[in-house]
């Protein structure tokens, strides 16, 4: 049975004197990059405020009611084919040794998540999170969880960029081990007046063509592939 979340260090003070937000060139690291090097405590609020959507929602509802509403163009994807990714491949230098422990112990245990998105704060994804993390406290290795399956809507309420860091990179700091996600609808939603196609900050986050580490303009870096 994994043990109960440990208490985390806070995080030191920024030795920089670059402001937040200029430094956002991608940082080629060459292979995945999991978690931040200490822990660190949990958020007690955004950093982001997230206003609410209830007159975007009203707008949206009036307009389905017209028939004015349709899907989206979906994305075309990079080389004209859909990319088919194994375990081996996502996982870089260590994905031949990782996959043929799962062959030998028979089993693959990785966590899988859903609907984490939310506009009021980041106590109860916290909860979530830390208990994830927890899980990597497993005696027996072959019960270690081996990546994070995420079933779609990572942000809401609609995918946009500037919320990633509070719904997403915040949340899971700590988490030692590689995040692969499915877009859902609340990824792929764009707002009644805005000019974002859709899926876009998804796909800047989640379907990079090579690992790299991107500042989000937070004082921190995700890595993302």
């Known amino acids: 049975m994994a043990r109960p979340p440990h208490?985390?260090?806070?995080?030191?003070?920024?030795?920089t004197s670059t402001p937040p937000g200029e430094n956002t060139d991608p940082t080629p690291t060459g292979r995945p990059v999991f978690a931040q090097p200490q822990?660190?405590?949990?958020?007690?609020?955004?950093?982001?405020?997230?206003?609410?959507?209830?007159?975007?929602?009203k707008t949206i509802d009036a307009l389905n009611a017209e028939h004015k509403l349709g899907p989206m163009p979906f994305p075309a994807p990079r080389g004209g084919t859909e990319p088919v990714l194994t375990l081996e491949q996502v996982l870089g230098e260590s994905g031949e040794?990782?996959?043929?422990?799962?062959?030998?112990?028979g089993q693959l245990v990785f966590h899988a998540?859903?609907?984490?998105?939310?506009?009021?704060g980041p106590h109860d994804q916290s909860l979530v999170a830390d208990k994830m993390?927890?899980?990597?406290?497993?005696?027996?290795?072959?019960?270690?969880?081996?990546?994070f399956f995420h079933l779609g809507d990572?942000?809401?309420?609609?995918g946009e960029a500037r919320y990633y860091y509070d719904q997403f990179c915040e949340p899971y700091?700590?988490?030692?081990?590689?995040?692969?996600?499915?877009?859902?609808?609340?990824?792929?939603?764009?707002a009644p007046g805005t000019n974002v196609g859709t899926l876009t900050?998804?796909?800047?986050?989640?379907?990079?063509?090579?690992?790299?580490?991107?500042?989000?303009?937070?004082?921190?870096a995700a890595s993302r592939a």
């Open 7 to 15: 208490h985390r260090r806070r995080r030191a003070a920024p030795t």
């Open 39 to 57: 822990p660190t405590a949990d958020p007690t609020q955004f950093r982001v405020r997230h206003p609410s959507d209830n007159a975007v929602y």
């Open 97 to 105: 040794e990782a996959v043929r422990q799962i062959g030998e112990a």
């Open 113 to 120: 998540v859903g609907d984490t998105g939310s506009t009021r």
């Open 133 to 147: 993390v927890a899980d990597f406290d497993e005696e027996a290795p072959e019960n270690v969880p081996q990546f």
């Open 154 to 158: 990572v942000i809401y309420n609609f």
């Open 173 to 190: 700091r700590d988490y030692p081990a590689l995040i692969l996600a499915l877009a859902g609808n609340h990824d792929g939603m764009a």
């Open 201 to 220: 900050a998804f796909l800047d986050n989640f379907c990079a063509a090579d690992f790299e580490a991107v500042a989000d303009g937070q004082e921190e």
